[in-house]
């Protein structure tokens, strides 16, 4: 696969067609890209216990086919590669010929991936408050059957003692 995170990309298919954007990650195994704002899709979790519902944005990722590099004169190009006179591999635009660099995405990639983060974490803690209040609920619930058991053994005991007692 030519791409790589941080290309500047226009999508030329789908719902989103004729949008430019970042690609945030790729999945070469797939031959898919995700690209930043693009393809989104919504969930919509309902409300369980004390959780309530809520819609979750996120992208999905889109075929290689459906998207073409921009250059920098911020036209659809297509990328190659060819060797130094070191023997490095560059990549380079086909249009104009230009060196293809990927923006640094560094920051843009780990804020998003912080703000995920802090969201799981915050998602983590409220299910494991639930899980808790879920144990809680558990344990009284197996207590009062542990009760009852041992309310209807004192009651049979108590029976049977009436019962020898009236035939003796």
Known sequence: MKFKIGDRVLVTAGKDKGKKSVIVALLARQNKVIVKDVN????HTKPFMDKPGEKTRSERALPVANIAVLNDQDQA???????TADGQKER??????????AEKL????????KAKKTT???TKKESLLTE???KFAQEAIEAEKKTAKRASSKIAKTSRIRKTQDKG
Do not use: I, N
């Open 77 to 83: 190009d297509r990328l190659a590669y060819r060797r």
């Open 132 to 134: 808790d209040s879920q």
């Open 92 to 101: 380079f635009f086909r249009k104009t010929g230009q060196l293809a660099k």
């Open 106 to 113: 560094d920051k843009v990639v780990k804020a998003d991936k």
């Open 120 to 122: 799981k974490k915050a």
């Open 40 to 43: 989104l899709y919504y969930k």
